[in-house]
């Protein structure tokens, strides 16, 4: 483990009542969604909506996607967007939960549209007709932009998706036939075509040629508008499919769990696996325009395949990946290591930025043991940077243990010993840096989690083993077995600990003798304890991560805040004023241990407004409008990486403030205002 559950010796923690307020700060922009579903018209401007209730719209090229107000709620899902040929700027409609629609006129607010079933996805056939697939036994069409509906009672029940080719012909597939329409959704008729199986998904390339992807997991096509199918492939197809699309009559697309592409290029007889470079999980939503593709794919990632393309590009792109560990320092100075680009970020604000470390290396344990110092591991061996990340060297001298003996983690003593463990071998560094005691243990396991509740006793896990040292790890005994895939380990007294996994947590009464379950929460990692006594764990839940609490030492638990992505990690600042979680996705967001409830955090629920800016592409110089209430600030640019390359001041009362960006490689950049009264905003520039 990286640092003692209790704060640093000589500073004090707060303990203040807890208040509704979310705390702002998200990492490595200002929200977090596994986006559902993507609409970009002919123009380039579109919607993008998912989970956290975070909506996104690009005003052009489909490249500025900007976080905008819309209607859901913080924990509540867009499931599917939908634009008028005539371009999203003059209407569009969004679905809420499977359930509620509303609409939106010439970019103006949102209304809630009555209708007398379930909304389920949207398809605008013209400028007035939209068909709404509803709750597969009843559609939903409208002849007046969305405004108003009729119910349409379907033949059978919907398995498939519903997929129209132009304002009058579609197709929808049940567990057994095919149904189509001539007259945009109004009534429906089967092709005389039984399928053996549930169909699943359609596709179709003209009124003649389609294809059947079914629940058996085969592959059928019809050239004669589905009157007849023909099974394609060979040999069952390895993964479902969540979406399809055929671009011709040879090269077919299907989105796969969980970023893979399956591709045929010979109508469907043989199939390829592709994950497509930098790809985050498909998810349902896929857009058509023409033949350009845009999926919408979890942590708001939006990927784009041109018309003739080989190769799929991030259109809302910002350092992805996973934050394996975050260590803290001081209350403003921490470090986090992730397995994507960039490996090592730092913040030196208490987590409202971070930016890359000078020396970018691959770690999965890292500690930060003062402002400018933090020490890692590679490969076995610990190495120590005494300049905020931006040199490494080795911390160890040669000889203090043997060649070969490798680290595989270390923890800060409360008395301000750091204690590394190796497979045989410890080493205890004195407090001052100084001196170096090894020890030979024999124990005979790498440690991945380390905990000790005083200098004396410890115990550690390895993925399906435990040990517990009562001499500060000079010897350890092992103990029974809690559980497999182990991630955390905690003690609140000698006796009762915890070991958890991603899913279940372990509990001991009598030192780690024996261990069960019980009436627990599911697992976590990173347990910390504020100076009140309150417990916090970061725990993942499914797809998404949730902060836990606990104020009666681990007996009851309660949920003040829930993110829409899994956590890998987490850490409490010093002074106890923040905790922070960090995943899947590169998110790290901090929660304000004063301030939130047990209410649901969203971060999209945040103080960022969208910035305009213009001319937007732009070819070097840019204008700024910045929000009303705008006091001193400052302006910063970044890169794709999100590492700063401008800072320019904002004064009082400034309404635009222009940038000069040339001599910049091409490529997407990211604005960030910050006000001194807490205005904020950020937008994304293409630099042409």
């Known amino acids: 483990m990286k640092s003692p559950l209790f704060a ?58 900007q976080l905008v107000d819309g209607p859901a709620g913080g924990d509540e899902q867009y499931s599917s967007v939908a ?104 009534t429906w008729t089967a092709t005389g075509y039984d399928h053996p ?48 699309e055929a671009l011709s009559a040879d090269r077919v697309l299907g989105g796969a769990v969980v970023s893979v592409i399956q591709e045929t290029l010979d109508g469907g007889v043989t199939w390829a696996r592709t994950s497509p470079s930098g790809a985050e999980r498909f998810n349902r939503g896929v857009h058509r325009r023409g033949n350009d593709l845009f999926a919408a794919n979890s942590y708001n990632q939006i990927m784009y395949l041109a018309e003739g393309a080989a190769e799929w590009i991030d259109v809302n792109e910002h350092p992805r990946g996973t934050i394996e560990e975050i260590s803290f320092a001081t209350p403003t100075v921490g470090y986090a290591a992730a397995n994507g680009t960039p490996n090592l970020i730092k913040t030196t604000d208490a987590g409202q930025t971070w930016i890359p470390t000078g020396q970018q290396i691959r770690t999965f344990r890292l500690l930060a043991l003062s402002a400018n110092e933090l020490i890692i591991i590679v490969n076995g061996d610990v190495r120590i940077s005494r300049d905020g990340g931006d040199s490494f060297v080795d911390l160890l001298p040669i000889g203090v243990i043997p060649d070969g003996e490798s680290i595989s983690d270390f923890y800060l003593k409360p008395n301000g010993e750091l204690y590394l463990h190796g497979t045989n071998y410890s080493v205890t560094v004195s407090a001052d840096g100084n001196s170096f005691n090894p020890v030979q243990h024999d124990l005979g396991l790498s440690a991945s989690e380390l905990f000790f509740l005083d200098n004396n006793f410890g115990a550690l896990i390895t993925t399906a083993e435990a040990a517990i040292t009562q001499d500060g790890g000079a010897t350890w005994t092992m103990t029974a077995s809690p559980g497999r895939n182990l991630r955390g380990i905690f003690f609140a007294d000698k006796l009762n600990g915890w070991a958890s996994n991603a899913s279940t947590r372990y509990i001991t009464s009598d030192g780690g003798m024996t261990w069960g379950t019980g009436n627990s929460i599911a697992g976590g990692y990173d347990y910390r304890r504020r100076s009140n006594g309150d417990i916090y764990v970061s725990e993942w839940s499914g797809n998404d991560g949730l902060l836990m609490r606990s104020t009666d030492n681990g007996q009851t638990w309660t949920t003040p805040a829930r993110t829409c992505f899994g956590h890998r990690s987490g850490e409490m600042t010093p002074d106890g004023k923040y905790y922070f979680t960090g995943g899947d996705g590169g998110y790290i967001v901090r929660h304000d241990l004063e301030a939130i409830t047990t209410s649901l955090l969203s971060p999209r629920t945040l103080n960022v407004s969208h910035l305009k800016v213009y001319p937007n592409p732009t070819s070097g110089l840019v204008t700024v409008e910045l929000p009303t209430n705008t006091t001193e600030g400052t302006i910063e640019l970044f890169d794709a990486s999100g590492r700063m390359l401008r800072a320019e001041s904002i004064r009082f009362a400034e309404a635009t403030h222009q940038m000069d960006i040339q001599g910049l490689p091409a490529g997407v950049y990211q604005l960030r205002f910050t006000s001194a009264n807490g205005a904020n905003g950020i937008s994304r520039i293409v630099l042409r």
């Open 197 to 244: 199986a549930s169909i699943r998904l359609i596709t179709w390339l003209d009124e003649n040629t389609g294809f059947i992807f079914d629940s058996p997991r085969d592959f059928y096509g019809t050239t004669d508008g589905g009157q007849t199918f023909t099974k394609r492939n060979t040999e069952r197809l390895p993964a479902s499919f969540v979406w399809m």
């Open 8 to 65: 640093l010796v000589g500073i004090l923690l707060f303990s203040t009542s807890l208040s509704s307020q979310i705390d702002p700060s998200v990492y490595p922009v200002g929200y977090a969604s596994k986006l559902q579903d993507v609409h970009v018209d002919d123009m380039g401007a579109g919607y993008a909506g998912g989970s956290c209730g975070v909506l996104l719209y690009s005003s052009g090229n489909a490249a500025d996607w």
């Open 83 to 186: 634009c008028p040929p005539g371009g999203c700027a003059t209407a569009a409609l969004v679905v809420v939960g499977g359930i509620d629609l509303y609409r939106q006129q010439n970019g103006g607010a949102w209304r809630s549209i009555e209708t007398e079933v379930e909304a389920g996805n949207l398809h605008w056939l013209t400028n007035t007709t939209v068909f709404a697939s509803g709750n597969s036994s009843n559609a939903l069409r409208s002849t007046d932009g969305g405004n108003t509906w009729v119910n349409i009672t379907l033949p059978e029940f919907a398995s498939s998706n519903f997929y129209f080719l132009d304002s009058n012909i579609g197709f929808y597939g049940t567990n057994e036939r095919l149904y189509k329409t001539t007259d945009g959704g109004v």
